[in-house]
């Protein structure tokens, strides 16, 4: 059992957020909800449930994370209808940084996709 915080920033137990999430054992039941189950499974290094839930018409052949990087923080700022505006922190040689975006969701087959960023 994993008690420590979830990665989600959401500050319930992993086991209690995206855990059952990322095996299977329950769907993210809004984009938001998705969005920070996505940021745990990078910040835990799942890419296999990043690339469950990504629509396939626009998920990329190769998933691989880059090695120097460590997500540390989410910082959800807007979470409208399809839409979540976040920033994710993280740590990389090179020093701090972020990685902003408003990414769009759709429901596929009942479930929640991520499908891209907005510009």
Do not use: I, K
């Not at 920033?9 to 086991?15: E, L, N």
């Not at 299977?24 to 799942?46: D, H, I, W």
């Not at 839409?83 to 969701?105: I, K, N, Q, T, W």
């Amino acid at each position: 059992m994993f008690t420590r915080d979830c990665p989600c920033g959401s500050a319930a137990p992993y086991d209690a957020c995206c855990g059952p999430l990322h095996r299977g054992a329950a769907t993210a039941t809004t984009p938001e909800q998705l969005m920070r189950s996505r940021f745990a499974a990078y910040a835990l290094g799942e890419t296999d449930y990043v690339f469950r839930t990504w629509h396939p018409r626009t998920r990329p052949d190769d998933l691989s994370a880059d090695p120097g990087l460590t997500w540390t923080r989410l910082e959800v700022l807007d979470a409208r209808g399809d839409a979540v505006e976040f920033v994710a922190h993280y740590d990389s040689p090179a020093g701090p940084g972020e990685l902003r975006e408003r990414s769009v969701f759709e429901q596929r087959g009942g479930r929640w996709v991520y499908v891209a960023a907005l510009p």
